[in-house]
Nanobody
Framework: QVQLVESGGGLVQAGGSLRLSCAAS????????MGWYRQAPEKQRESVTI???????KYADSVKGRFTISRDNAKNTVYLHMNSLLPEATAIYYC??????????????WGQGTRVTVSS
């Protein structure tokens, strides 16, 4: 069974930083791009960033220059380093396997996510 376990969320002041982690089961992780997504209250889930199996990355315009995605293939883990956080980053963050060219074409079931709250 494919599993995605996100962690690292919390409460942070605007301007602060967090590092999110996503442990993925091998089947979904090894050959696929992995993406981070977020869903703010009363909004649809959106793609934040994605990393290919080879390390290429894409970012939503709203996070470029402040967020960095990385992956550790030996640990089946993908990370999201978030700097200079803004209150509008408040959301539940999820990871999933996806198509690099179509980040919203996700491949697995969603995990529980990890909540990020940025206070102003």
């Amino acid at each position: 069974q494919v599993q995605l376990v996100e962690s690292g969320g919390g409460l942070v002041q605007a301007g602060g930083s967090l590092r999110l982690s996503c442990a993925a089961s091998g089947r979904i992780f090894r050959l696929n791009a992995m993406g981070w997504y977020r869903q703010a209250p009363e909004k649809q889930r959106e793609s934040v960033t994605i990393i290919s199996s080879g390390g290429s990355t894409k970012y939503a315009d709203s996070v470029k220059g402040r967020f960095t995605i990385s992956r550790d293939n030996a640990k089946n883990t993908v990370y999201l380093h978030m700097n200079s956080l803004l209150p509008e980053a408040t959301a539940i963050y999820y990871c999933n396997g996806a198509l690099f060219g179509a980040p919203m074409a996700t491949l697995g079931s969603w995990g529980q996510g990890t909540r990020v709250t940025v206070s102003s």
